[in-house]
């Protein structure tokens, strides 16, 4: 098809907080393009000004404004579901939901030993998780990488287990009386609060939790990349995606447990880190492919984070919008709009 003369309106609102940008990014399609494959749209406009939950009043109560939000809360599914304007459009996208362990030793906290992060992998429920704080829109995990990625070991996530849990971490031990201390940005909350519970009830620990708002996020997570100071939490629930769908532990993995990775809490781990350059010199593709199954498995075996889930992307849209989602970036060079979208019928 070729490109249609219409002027749609789109806002991506998954932007870090704190980062400075332009109130609008206009895209114009570029007609003379050398490719069969042609943007199917005149112009598209990213909207930056306006709040997650603007953009969602936008596409859910009216038309005009807004015709495509981004990253849509699971808590706002049904909203959209029933929207007169807009309908959900969902897809399975290369992203993980974690509780990153802090290893450094002058914490106190026994993470260092892989039976206490094992207790703590058996003591979490997944289907709770996934059912109550994502509204079924997700899937458990195994290891790191999502079920429906290249390069996964295929680990059966760890069903929980209350008396396996409270028995592996006995063998090794907790400081008496000493909490569990879990931090969570604002967006996370409710997901933290269901992984305190169970850890509360499985292993008769108290813990304490720590929300950061989210203007607190970026300098929370400056302070983790940089690694001066040592945290002043025990597991951090955090939310991570990857760009590419062949080999999730080159760019996934390496960020939360390599030598150099951003999000590691704590001191190098030589074995991931040979296991990890076995993979990134390896020439041969399918040779490759078991070197990532390889290391996530590795990362399975060692409960090297507390794997919770690979939760969807949503996307609230326009119902005369044909949205084609990717399971990796955000694109719209399959996007289209039908003859009743408010510009064609308003005859820009």
Request: charged share 25%; net charge negative; glycine share 6%.
């Amino acid at each position: 098809m070729g490109i249609q003369r219409v002027r749609p309106q789109f806002v991506a609102t998954n932007v870090i907080a704190g980062e400075k940008r332009t109130d609008r990014v206009v895209l114009e399609a570029n007609a003379d393009h050398n490719s069969a494959r042609k943007a199917r749209l005149e112009k598209v406009v990213f909207i930056n000004d306006m709040t997650p939950a603007q953009a969602l009043d936008a596409v859910c109560d009216r038309e005009g404004v807004i015709d495509i939000v981004t990253e849509i809360s699971p808590a706002d599914a049904a909203r959209v579901e029933t929207s007169e304007h807009a309908k959900l459009v969902t897809i399975e996208a290369n992203r993980v939901l974690l509780g990153i362990f802090n290893t450094w030793p002058e914490t106190g906290a026994p993470f260092s030993e892989r039976l206490v992060r094992e207790a703590f992998n058996w003591a979490v429920d997944r289907e709770r998780i996934v059912a109550e704080g994502l509204g079924g829109r997700g899937r458990p995990l195994g290891a790191l990488t999502a079920p429906w990625a290249g390069g996964g070991s295929g680990a059966e996530p760890r069903a929980r287990d209350a008396g396996r849990a409270r028995q592996l971490l006995d063998e090794v031990g907790w400081p008496e009386g000493r909490p569990v201390t879990i931090a969570t940005p604002q967006e996370l909350e409710g997901i933290a609060r269901i992984v305190a519970d169970d850890l509360e009830h499985a292993l008769a620990l108290k813990t304490n939790l720590l929300v950061t708002p989210a203007d607190g996020v970026v300098p929370a997570l400056v302070e983790l990349i940089e690694k001066k100071l040592t945290p002043a939490w025990d597991i951090l629930i955090h939310a991570w995606f990857d760009l590419s769908s062949d080999l999730p532990p080159a760019v996934m993995h390496r960020e939360f447990f390599g030598h150099d990775g951003g999000f590691r809490a704590g001191p190098p781990d030589p074995e991931f880190d040979r296991r990890f350059h076995e993979l990134v010199s390896e020439t041969d593709a399918a040779r490759a492919q078991e070197a990532a199954r390889e290391l996530d498995r590795y990362c399975f075996d060692e409960a090297k984070a507390l794997f919770l889930c690979a939760p969807q992307a949503l996307y609230a849209v326009n119902r005369h919008v044909e949205f084609t989602a990717y399971k990796t970036t955000f694109e719209l060079a399959e996007t289209e709009v039908s003859s009743q979208h408010w510009s064609r019928r308003n005859g820009e």
